[in-house]
């Protein structure tokens, strides 16, 4: 009997564990659906795609002129134009954690001349993941001149 109750604890133990790793798989694709929502409207200018990866009280909180500045949603929004996507402009979600229905994301931003660092706090709600806040930093791309040798 006690082993057969040692087997059925096992059982039970493991079925938990799996369904807790395919929440958080699943979760996981939907933070990054999330993410590429946001990246899309960036990369062409659109507000729609931007506003809609945005919890309604999201705010943009950055470093500059010697203080922390935010942003409101509304106002961050009313700043975009749709255009094409930049042949230079790339992105990449650098890393995803996850902790029950909240989550952070490092996600670069390479333009001709800028690399953007946004981090994104997440919070899992009716809605879906959406993104509640996001501190941001920027930083010109170094670049090296070639020495170039002069015809004699």
């Given at each position: 009997m006690r082993k057969v109750f040692l087997f059925v604890s096992v059982i039970v133990l493991s079925l938990n564990v799996n369904a807790q790793v395919s929440d958080t798989t699943n979760d996981l694709a939907l933070i990054e659906k999330t993410?590429?929502?946001?990246?899309?409207?960036?990369?062409?200018?659109?507000?729609?795609?931007?506003?809609?990866?945005?919890?309604?009280?999201?705010?943009?909180?950055?470093?500059?002129d010697d203080k922390v500045n935010v942003v409101t949603k509304s106002k961050y929004i009313t700043g975009f134009q749709k255009h094409d996507r930049p042949k230079n402009w790339s992105a990449r979600t650098v890393f995803v954690d996850i902790t029950n229905n909240v989550a952070v994301a490092k996600v670069e931003i390479s333009t001709a001349t800028l690399l953007f660092v946004d981090y994104f706090h997440f919070i899992k709600t009716n809605q879906g993941w959406l993104i509640v806040d996001k501190i941001s930093a920027r930083t010109p791309h170094k670049t090296v001149e070639a020495t170039v040798a002069k015809a004699k």
């Open positions: 993410i590429n929502l946001y990246l899309e409207g960036q990369a062409t200018g659109d507000s729609i795609k931007v506003g809609s990866s945005f919890h309604d009280t999201w705010q943009l909180k950055y470093f500059a």
